[in-house]
């Protein structure tokens, strides 16, 4: 079956923190270009970063949103065959629940979720004093 779990999500104060990772099963995730999203509530899903899969064309590109430049950052274990999503500086408006998604073309958007394949159940991430 193919899955992807994200976890790591939880409660941090301003200016802390976190890890989220998104494990695949049932396919290799290297061969995919992993996005991250998140939705607030009562906002719109955004994308916040992706990286492409070093096999395509786009080879390993990453790509960021604006407002986590410098604080997010992406990776690729591909022995584990998961993905992290390192978040520092944490704002409250960075509150939200988190999605990872893989597209089976290797290539990665943070404009657009339509080109993704499979997506995660997501992860809460509250970022609160």
């Known amino acids: 079956q193919v899955q992807l779990v994200e976890s790591g999500g939880g409660l941090v104060q301003p200016g802390g923190s976190l890890r989220l990772s998104c494990a695949a099963s049932?396919?290799?995730?290297?061969?995919?270009?992993i996005g991250w999203f998140r939705q607030a509530p009562g906002k719109e899903r955004e994308g916040v970063l992706c990286i492409s899969s070093s096999i395509s064309s786009s080879d390993g590109k990453t790509y960021y949103a604006d407002s986590v430049k410098g604080r997010f950052t992406i990776s690729r274990d591909n022995a584990k065959n998961t993905v992290y999503l390192q978040m520092n500086s944490l704002k409250p408006e960075d509150t939200a629940v988190y999605y990872c998604?893989?597209?089976?073309?290797?290539?990665?958007?943070?404009?657009?979720?339509?080109?993704?394949?499979?997506w995660g159940q997501g992860t809460q991430v509250t970022v609160s004093s």
């Open positions: 998604a893989a597209d089976a073309s290797g290539l990665c958007t943070v404009i657009s979720s339509d080109p993704y394949d499979y």
């Open positions: 049932g396919f290799t995730l290297d061969y995919y270009g």
